[in-house]
Nanobody
Framework: VQLQASGGGLVQPGGSLRLSCAAS????????MGWYRQAPGNQRDLVAR???????VYRDSVKGRFTISRDNAKNTVYLQMNSPKPEDTAVYYC???????????????WGQGTQVTVSS
């Protein structure tokens, strides 16, 4: 199983950016998908996550600005970042809870990370 994240880059404060993360490989089902971020010197923190039933959870600082969504047919999760702020600058990682066979338990997999820099 592989998670490939894309869409990072440089964005101006108040602009917008969309991150994508596609899961591939031997996938039977995906339960939870999410985005985390890590700034230099900080721990990796949750940004947003979405459960298979479309339930979403956001960290307080991004509520109303970021939107997480998923395309189950494509095994892909998105993070729409609107009105980003300099403090949103970090490496963003995707994470997915995947079951590779119906008889196995779910395991967590991480993507490789994509840099997001918010600066004018």
């Amino acid at each position: 199983v592989q998670l490939q994240a894309s869409g990072g880059g440089l964005v101006q404060p108040g602009g917008s950016l969309r991150l994508s993360c596609a899961a591939s490989g031997s996938i039977f089902s995906i339960n939870e998908m999410g985005w985390y971020r890590q700034a230099p010197g900080n721990q990796r923190d949750l940004v947003a996550r979405i459960i298979s039933g479309e339930t979403t959870v956001y960290r307080d600082s991004v509520k109303g600005r970021f939107t997480i969504s998923r395309d189950n047919a494509k095994n892909t999760v998105y993070l729409q970042m609107n009105s980003p702020k300099p403090e949103d600058t970090a490496v963003y990682y995707c994470k997915a809870q995947i079951r590779t066979r119906p008889t196995l338990v779910y395991n967590y997999y991480w993507g490789q990370g994509t840099q997001v820099t918010v600066s004018s």
